[in-house]
């Protein structure tokens, strides 16, 4: 038998290699170039419908501009290369195997140049050709590790709809570091053989490095620091690269004014039309709705579903929307039917439930049990609401040890739950990026407060290519954030 495993074996392990576009060596995989442009193919949809495409045609088209010219030069030119500022305000930008670049709306207005977003965009764009994120993904899908978009606060998303294929993995890989060397090496590169300065690369390294987590520039997916580790000790190993590729005296650019024009008047943090986070409320002025989560939360949304978290504990809000279909199913529409057959899909049990009103919208609020990958046995108390021809699922769970303790901040929460007038749906516009003179005197503290307080000043400091403990210099025109 081990006569005739072995040579089946180093069969099957020869036919996995593949030669390497960038290195020219061979190296094992499982994944042809064919299944990489499947991935692509499949998970473009899917990440456009979870997070959103960012409505600035010309944005997307400066953006798509400049990353076909880099891959056109690549060591894998003819692959079918997609380029997308997805509307997530998550500083972030990640690759997909076959081909698809996408860059949060978040990163843009950290980044100072078109330069340095050519070094962004070539970075990926090196971990496409370098087969990285091909290899990382088969890696993922091998071991089962199935992150979901929607899972990154709380894993108790899943019972209430897989809103993300498994091809959505592919957002949360996490490059070792021999990976990202080479990839900054290649946008390096890239940028440089096109004319942009390749000291690019360093530079946005150094600024997404300084970002503040606690700032609230990682809501909707995980931020640059989660996804591709140690940017600030990769800076010295990547001025090397650039120094000898600064050598032949080439002149090159940074176009500096192109690129703040193209973010001059983006919107910064959420972005209304998929609702906005406003301290502790969640008011989303198309569905004409609020809620206010409990004192002290953190809010996370996304284009399917809102997720708040306690500080400090396994404790959580969800708010999404039922599916039409499992309206339908409930005869006449009757909202106790409709609740009551939604959590028992879901796999949870009735335990107590009520029909009732709240602020004048039909609704029923139960509590149920059940079990939560995680988390294990749960209690919950969820409110189905009846809203302009919707229907909201407003959940609260926890394990069934903390519920009761827990309860009252859940109904406290679905009971605020209201319409919004058509004049307060009205006023409730996005924070934009804005330009700013330093004037004598100013900090960043004094800056960030009198452009409505929207940004912490250390993160303003960063957005401008600064460290926080450096002041503003007087005179120079900064990008600020003004409150809508």
Same mark, same amino acid.
């Given at each position: 038998?081990?006569?005739?495993?072995?040579?089946?074996?180093?069969?099957?392990?020869?036919?996995?290699?593949?030669?390497?576009?960038?290195?020219?060596?061979?190296?094992?995989?499982?994944?042809?170039?064919?299944?990489?442009?499947?991935?692509?193919?499949?998970?473009?949809?899917?990440?456009?419908?979870?997070?959103?495409?960012?409505?600035?045609?010309?944005?997307?088209?400066?953006?798509?501009?400049?990353?076909?010219?880099?891959?056109?030069?690549?060591?894998?030119?003819?692959?079918?290369?997609?380029?997308?500022?997805?509307?997530?305000?998550?500083?972030?930008?990640?690759?997909?195997?076959?081909?698809?670049?996408?860059?949060?709306?978040?990163?843009?207005?950290?980044?100072?140049?078109?330069?340095?977003?050519?070094?962004?965009?070539?970075?990926?764009?090196?971990?496409?050709?370098?087969?990285?994120?091909?290899?990382?993904?088969?890696?993922?899908?091998?071991?089962?590790?199935?992150?979901?978009?929607?899972?990154?606060?709380?894993?108790?998303?899943?019972?209430?709809?897989?809103?993300?294929?498994?091809?959505?993995?592919?957002?949360?890989?996490?490059?070792?570091?021999?990976?990202?060397?080479?990839?900054?090496?290649?946008?390096?590169? /890239?940028?440089?053989?096109?004319?942009?300065?390749?000291?690019?690369?360093?530079?946005?390294?150094?600024?997404?490095?300084?970002?503040?987590?606690?700032?609230?520039?990682?809501?909707?997916?995980?931020?640059?620091?989660?996804?591709?580790?140690?940017?600030?000790?990769?800076?010295?190993?990547?001025?090397?690269?650039?120094?000898?590729?600064?050598?032949?005296?080439?002149?090159?650019?940074?176009?500096?004014?192109?690129?703040?024009?193209?973010?001059?008047?983006?919107? /910064?943090?959420?972005?209304?039309?998929?609702?906005?986070?406003?301290?502790?409320?969640?008011?989303?002025?198309?569905?004409?709705?609020?809620?206010?989560?409990?004192?002290?939360?953190?809010?996370?949304?996304?284009?399917?579903?809102?997720?708040?978290?306690?500080?400090?504990?396994?404790?959580?809000?969800?708010?999404?929307?039922?599916?039409?279909?499992?309206?339908?199913?409930?005869?006449?529409?009757?909202?106790?039917?409709?609740?009551?057959?939604?959590?028992?899909?879901?796999?949870?049990?009735?335990?107590?439930?009520?029909?009732?009103?709240?602020?004048?919208?039909?609704?029923?609020?139960?509590?149920?049990?059940?079990?939560?990958?995680?988390?294990?046995?749960?209690?919950?108390?969820?409110?189905?609401?009846?809203?302009?021809?919707?229907? /909201?699922?407003?959940?609260?769970?926890?394990?069934?040890?903390?519920?009761?303790?827990?309860?009252?901040?859940?109904?406290?929460?679905?009971?605020?739950?209201?319409?919004?007038?058509?004049?307060?749906?009205?006023?409730?516009?996005?924070?934009?990026?804005?330009?700013?003179?330093?004037?004598?005197?100013?900090?960043?503290?004094?800056?960030?407060?009198?452009?409505?307080?929207?940004?912490?000043?250390?993160?303003?400091?960063?957005?401008?290519?600064?460290?926080?403990?450096?002041?503003?210099?007087?005179?120079?025109?900064?990008?600020?954030?003004?409150?809508?």
């Amino acid at each position: 038998m081990k006569r005739i495993l072995i040579p089946v074996l180093l069969v099957a392990i020869l036919a996995a290699c593949a030669t390497n576009p960038v290195t020219g060596r061979r190296q094992l995989s499982f994944m042809s170039e064919s299944q990489e442009i499947s991935i692509a193919n499949e998970s473009d949809p899917q990440i456009k419908e979870e997070m959103g495409v960012y409505n600035d045609p010309e944005l997307q088209r400066y953006v798509s501009e400049i990353g076909w010219k880099m891959a056109k030069i690549s060591e894998r030119p003819n692959l079918p290369w997609r380029f997308t500022v997805v509307d997530v305000p998550a500083v972030n930008a990640f690759a997909v195997p076959g081909g698809g670049i996408y860059l949060t709306r978040g990163i843009m207005p950290f980044l100072d140049n078109e330069a340095e977003l050519a070094g962004v965009l070539g970075h990926e764009i090196g971990h496409v050709t370098a087969r990285h994120s091909a290899q990382q993904y088969t890696k993922q899908i091998t071991g089962q590790v199935g992150l979901l978009a929607l899972s990154i606060l709380v894993p108790a998303a899943r019972p209430f709809g897989d809103l993300a294929g498994q091809a959505l993995g592919v957002l949360f890989l996490r490059y070792g570091r021999d990976a990202e060397l080479q990839a900054d090496g290649l946008g390096a590169k /890239y940028e440089a053989s096109l004319g942009w300065d390749p000291a690019g690369v360093p530079a946005f390294l150094s600024t997404l490095g300084r970002l503040d987590e606690a700032a609230g520039d990682r809501r909707g997916i995980p931020n640059w620091l989660s996804t591709h580790p140690d940017p600030l000790s990769r800076v010295d190993e990547i001025q090397p690269v650039v120094q000898q590729l600064k050598t032949a005296g080439t002149t090159y650019a940074t176009n500096r004014e192109p690129f703040m024009q193209r973010v001059d008047g983006i919107v /910064y943090g959420d972005n209304p039309e998929q609702g906005i986070a406003r301290g502790s409320a969640f008011l989303h002025p198309v569905l004409r709705f609020r809620i206010d989560f409990p004192e002290g939360w953190e809010i996370q949304n996304s284009p399917q579903q809102v997720v708040a978290k306690a500080p400090g504990a396994e404790v959580f809000m969800m708010l999404e929307l039922v599916e039409k279909a499992e309206v339908e199913k409930a005869r006449g529409g009757n909202i106790q039917d409709i609740a009551l057959g939604h959590m028992r899909q879901a796999g949870f049990r009735a335990v107590q439930g009520e029909r009732t009103t709240i602020n004048g919208l039909d609704a029923f609020v139960g509590a149920y049990q059940g079990q939560v990958e995680e988390l294990g046995a749960v209690g919950a108390r969820a409110a189905h609401i009846a809203h302009d021809g919707n229907v /909201y699922l407003l959940v609260g769970l926890t394990d069934v040890d903390t519920f009761q303790q827990a309860d009252r901040a859940f109904t406290t929460a679905i009971r605020s739950f209201r319409r919004l007038s058509a004049a307060e749906a009205e006023d409730i516009r996005p924070s934009r990026v804005d330009f700013y003179v330093v004037r004598s005197g100013d900090t960043w503290q004094s800056i960030a407060e009198r452009s409505g307080g929207t940004v912490k000043p250390a993160t303003l400091a960063v957005m401008n290519n600064m460290a926080p403990g450096t002041p503003p210099a007087v005179g120079s025109r900064i990008k600020i954030v003004v409150a809508g």
